[in-house]
């Protein structure tokens, strides 16, 4: 069928064996909105700091069900390997990045993988 | 500093404003390791019946750190629009895909948001 034969995407990250890491964050209801942009906006100078940080991307939740369990944004990490999330776990500037928004979280979710096209 | 110029990726969902859909998969105890792995081949079938499903990529947990929340498979699709994503959701594909797979989650997160390099 048509559908079948067309060209689909093919990213950087599948050709390279990248790792990602997704972070889900859910703000706690007291922390202001333009402070939550600006931690936001200071995560994503991480890219800048952390060698192994490879790209950063963010996006507000925009689901049109419910079944995002309440979480609001969504950052995207992408490492060339699983060595790069533990040297940038372990860079001061993550480190210091995680003090500062940690107590904003009500709940989040950290989960490290390998996009591929199938198990 | 040398971090701070070095090129990023860019991926082609960033230059075209994709949107992306994850999901956050924990199947229950019950269902066997084998079955797990068709329901998810059988998944990434979708992007070959779907229209508007552009890329299907999927990895397994390999967090090295306990802030999984218990999920063990993440599926990312990306669409070129929300409105794909609707007509995702209606396609006869997805709610066959849908209805096998659900009763085998033990949770599930489902998100959806447009990568962006900031707010």
Not at 69 to 77: D, K, S, W
Request: net charge negative.
């Amino acid at each position: 069928m048509e559908e079948a034969s067309r060209p689909k995407e093919k990213t950087m990250e599948e050709a390279k064996g990248f790792v990602r890491r997704v972070l889900l964050f859910k703000f706690k209801a007291e922390t202001a909105p333009d402070h939550i942009e600006q931690l936001i906006k200071d995560h994503s100078n991480l890219v800048n700091l952390v060698e192994s940080l490879k790209s950063w991307h963010m996006g507000k939740d925009v689901s049109v069900k419910y079944s995002n369990e309440g979480f609001t944004h969504v950052i995207e990490l992408t490492f060339e390997s699983t060595e790069g999330i533990a040297a940038y776990m372990g860079h001061p500037a993550h480190l210091e990045m995680h003090e500062r928004i940690w107590p904003h979280l009500e709940k989040i979710v950290v989960i490290d993988y390998k996009p591929t096209l199938c198990n």
